[in-house]
Structures are given as C-alpha cells and as structure tokens.
C-alpha cells in the first residue's frame, strides 16, 4: 500500500562549508576556529538561536592533489560542515551575506520540516497506505472469486519525504557567491511531498 501527502515547509536550512588549510594542523584548527566564530557572531547579531545553528560534520586531514601525474601533499585541511535553521524568510538573504562575506561557502539551501511535523505526518501517511493495501487485497480477493479474511502481516516498509532544494552548488562552479546569493533574494515556499508503504498480508476466504 502506498501513500502520498503534502506539507508546508516549516523552516529554510542552509548548509555551508568552511575549510583551511596549513602546513599546520594546528594553524589550520586555529583559522577555522576564528572563521566559525566570526560567522556564529554573525548570524546571532540577525536574532538567530544559538540551538538553531549546529555542526554538521568536523574532519581535519592530510590533504593531497595531482599534480603532473604525482600525488602532491598540501598539508592539513580542517572541514567544518554546519547548519543553520531559519524560520523568518526574509532573514535568507541576510544569513547568506554573512556567510560568504565570512570565507565561507554556501553548499545548499533547502525547504524543510520540523522533526515534530514529520512525526505527525508519518502517522498520517502510514495509516492511508496500510488503508491503500487492505482495499488492493480486497479488490484481489474479490477478483479472483473470494473474500477478505484476516490480516496476517503488517509491515513498514518505507517512509520518507523530500527536502525541496533552493539552490545546491555546482561543482567546479567559478560563480558560486553570485548564484546563491541571487537564489536567496526571492525565496516562495514549496510544497513538500510526504509518502508512506507498508506491507500488508491478508488470508483469502
């Protein structure tokens, strides 16, 4: 049985980069560390939460390239992945300045919902599905001379829902900066489609 459903977004998500890199692992924390706090100073002064802005992901590294057919060392890269959740749309455009006029870079933004929404909707969207199986089975049962009889097995067999992106960076794009920025100036809401299936088995009479 399948369902689908649609939602308004409850909130925007950007997700962005920052990275140093030195011939010190130390140095390269150090800088990453001074960037992180700029653009954390940065986004509180526009009246974000603290608890809406998170590390995604925190890696430092050895750092190598390809140069004339050699693997070249570049020395030690610190990749700080983070999220911020804006809730106020016209704060977007705002956040994304911060961003990029800090050295960092923008890598996505997207339409999302709330953890609670989700829940709500799951619900939602897996009871029509196994509604959705029990009238196939019957429609089956029916089809081939019999009747309904007991439900055997009832399984989850998938949900989930899509985040509605607003912009992803391109890879090797040379106008990043240009290109986010000009998607964050007129940002409209998008439905976001919810889906449910289950797996559902039923006795023939």
């Known amino acids: 049985g399948q369902s689908e459903l649609t939602t308004d977004p409850d909130f925007v998500s950007v997700y962005f980069l920052i990275e140093t890199l030195n011939d010190s692992a130390q140095i390269a924390k150090d800088e990453n560390a001074e960037i992180s706090e700029e653009v954390l100073s940065g986004l509180l002064e526009l009246s974000l939460k603290k608890e809406d802005i998170e590390t995604v992901n925190y890696n430092i590294y050895e750092s190598y390239k390809w140069e004339n057919n050699q693997q070249k060392r570049e020395g030690f890269k610190v990749s700080n992945n983070l999220k911020v959740k804006i809730e106020n749309l016209e704060l977007v455009g705002r ?45 089956l049962a029916e089809g081939s001379g019999g009747r309904l009889g007991r439900l055997v097995e009832l399984s989850t067999e998938e949900f989930y829902y899509n985040t509605y992106p607003i912009y992803t960076l391109t890879e090797g794009s040379k106008t990043a900066d240009a290109e986010v920025r000009k998607a964050a100036t007129n ?6 489609t919810v889906s449910g299936n289950v797996r559902a088995v039923y006795a023939i009479r």
């Open 187 to 192: 940002i409209q809401p998008q439905k976001l």
């Open 95 to 139: 956040v994304i300045d911060v961003i990029i006029d800090n050295k960092a870079l923008v890598q996505s933004i997207n339409f999302e919902i709330s953890k609670e929404t989700e829940n709500n909707l799951k619900k939602e969207a897996l009871a029509k599905a196994a509604q959705d199986a029990r009238e196939k089975a019957e429609a």
